[in-house]
């Protein structure tokens, strides 16, 4: 059995926070796929019985829950190449973004697929007041730690994967209204350590359709 083992759905940005983490970090490990609506394992009801969601870590046979956490561990835990700033301001600044990120996006970008109409342009809107607040964060920087990419990119980053569904449902493009936040994302890409995680936007799209069927909303 593997020390490093990771719970896993494809479809999830907070998975693939995760495994973006431990591929900068070149760490091997064994994932286990769940299947979210056909029964969840006994492994993951057992090692994250708050929530039983997905991702979950295993070390050691030790869990951790909560993709920010999780990273933070393997940030801390393997410390080459570090994924946060050396100085203790630059660290604070990197965990408010990761806890704004995580307080406001993939809901935002939820909120457009779960609407329609009126309520629909509110949440396009809501969205991308949120883009602009992330962009004025990034400012003119490669990334958002700087030249170097890091723990904030990771976390935001991998939600970029569900934009092409939040675009679609909403009918907008969020190159036209954050230019630099699209290059950055554009810049993240290249990487491979992400580009053989983030999924076909494509097969996203039809994820989230099969959620809207799922949840009763035409």
Not at 174 to 195: G, M
């Amino acid at each position: 059995m593997s020390d490093v083992i990771l719970l896993d759905c494809w479809a999830s940005p907070f998975c693939m926070r995760v495994k973006i983490a431990l591929e900068e970090k070149g760490i091997k490990y064994e994932n286990r796929a769940e299947n979210l609506f056909g029964g969840k394992s006994e492994l993951l009801l057992t090692s994250n019985p708050i929530y039983a969601k997905v991702p979950v870590l295993l070390h050691n046979g030790k869990p951790l829950c909560e993709s920010s956490i999780i990273v933070g561990y393997i940030d801390e835990t393997w410390a080459s190449p570090p994924l946060l700033p050396s100085c203790p301001y630059g660290r604070a600044q990197a965990k408010f973004w990761v806890d704004f990120i995580d307080k406001k996006l993939f809901d935002a970008g939820g909120n457009i697929w779960k609407t329609k109409g009126e309520a629909q342009a509110v949440a396009v809107k809501d969205f991308i007041e949120i883009l602009k607040q992330l962009e004025g964060g990034l400012g003119d920087k490669d990334y958002f730690g700087g030249d170097s990419f890091g723990f904030v990119d990771i976390i935001a980053i991998a939600i970029t994967s569900w934009f092409n569904a939040f675009e679609r449902f909403g009918n907008f493009k969020v190159e036209d209204h954050t230019p630099k936040f699209s290059a950055w994302i554009k810049r993240c890409l290249q990487r491979e350590t992400i580009a053989k995680i983030i999924p076909d936007p494509e097969k996203v799209y039809e994820f989230v359709l099969l959620l809207k069927k799922m949840n009763g909303i035409e």
